[in-house]
């Protein structure tokens, strides 16, 4: 199908254009979107950020940014308005701490959070029952979703599932983000994770959360911290119950439950990745039979733009509907019912 190839617009065939053009140069996408904030059994909350048609059996889609971004991220905002084009609701959802306001506990999030994902999907399936829940992950977002439908297997809660751009092996990923021209990117990776933490550490101050304050000054100095291995091992893995930097890593990394899905599942996937070696991607044996790797041979991280420089294209904002829309055609028009042992 010709909707599967991916050609690069003239001028941006180099991936880091292409990782960078969203970020840098794609124009605001505006859309209205409705809040809600989804309060966690630990006393947390994720602010969830809905667009779209509010009937009852619209199929509804999951929305997962990546590492420091959040709703309002290009890639995020553009799918849903894609979506919404399409008669179908969505609602992103961002991560502890990512909506604009610090979260309420010392912990945070990270690429191996599938538990916050699943209490997601709950509610979900409680606020829409009849409506066919879809997931897309995006990076971090991506991880963290396959990691979910491996855990769970035919329990998933999801129709289908769209993962981007994922760091499957998260050891390998933090060397490859450390060569290179990628340095670029691991700068400013550490100065966006080092201020949400110097950020929470003001607020906490504020409020007067003196175990809070006191959990993220135990961690020490985040000063002289250079790459992924520094921050995951000294501050990810202490404040998520990882022994350190290669325990998180090996526990979080989704490479590791592939096997398990049993959701119908798209990967999609650039050779010329700059956060991840072509090493690193599974082996067709390592893939479910409800697995599908789309791998191009370019596109940079959550790239993939196409069409020319004057009128850019988004090619995953076609593909991902247009995915989604044919597991819906063959027949997925509402949920399974849930199991009668589960809550």
């Known amino acids: 199908m010709s909707s599967q190839r991916f050609t690069p617009a ?3 065939a180099n991936p880091h254009l292409q990782t960078l053009w969203g970020p840098l140069w794609r124009k605001t996408v505006h859309i209205e979107r409705e809040r809600e904030r989804l309060w966690l059994e630990d006393g947390d909350f994720l602010d969830l950020d809905w667009h779209g048609p509010h009937s009852a059996d619209a199929p509804l889609v999951l929305v997962l940014h990546g590492l420091t971004g959040s709703s309002n991220s290009p890639y995020v905002a553009g799918l849903q308005r894609a979506l919404d ?8 959802l961002n991560w502890r701490g990512c ?4 979260n309420l506990l010392p912990r945070s999030y990270h690429s191996g959070v599938s538990e916050d994902l699943a209490a997601a999907i ?10 066919p829940l879809f997931a897309v992950g995006y990076s971090l977002g991506g991880n963290v979703l396959l990691k979910h439908l491996g855990e769970t297997g035919s329990d998933s809660q999801l129709q289908g599932a769209v993962a981007v751009s994922v760091p499957f092996r998260l050891d390998q990923c933090a060397d490859r983000i450390g060569q290179g021209f990628s340095r670029f990117y691991q700068a400013h990776f550490m100065r966006e994770m080092l201020a949400y933490v110097r950020n929470k550490q003001r607020q906490f101050q504020h409020d007067g959360r003196h175990d ?24 990810t893995a202490p404040l998520h119950g990882y022994s350190d930097a290669a325990d998180y890593y090996r526990r979080a990394s989704s490479r590791y439950f592939i096997t398990g899905i049993r959701t119908p599942t798209l990967l999609i996937q650039a050779a010329d990745d700059p956060f991840v070696f072509p090493h690193s991607l599974p082996e067709p044996a390592e893939l479910s039979g409800s697995t599908q790797l789309e791998l ?7 790239g993939f733009v196409d069409g020319t420089l004057r009128r850019p294209g988004y090619y995953l904002e076609r593909r991902v509907p247009e995915w989604l829309a044919s597991l ?3 027949g997925i028009t509402r949920p399974s019912p849930r199991p009668a042992a589960d809550h």
């Not at 191009?296 to 959550?302: I, W």
């Open 10 to 12: 003239f001028g941006l």
């Open 85 to 92: 084009a399409k008669g179908w609701a969505s609602v992103a």
């Open 99 to 102: 909506s604009g306001e610090p």
């Open 122 to 131: 709950a509610h979900l399936r409680a606020r829409r029952p009849l409506a």
């Open 212 to 235: 809070g304050l006191a959990a993220l000054a135990a961690l020490g100095s985040l000063d002289n911290m250079r790459t992924f291995w520094d921050f995951d091992g000294r501050v």
């Open 296 to 302: 191009h041979a370019q596109g940079g991280h959550v």
């Open 328 to 330: 819906a055609s063959h």
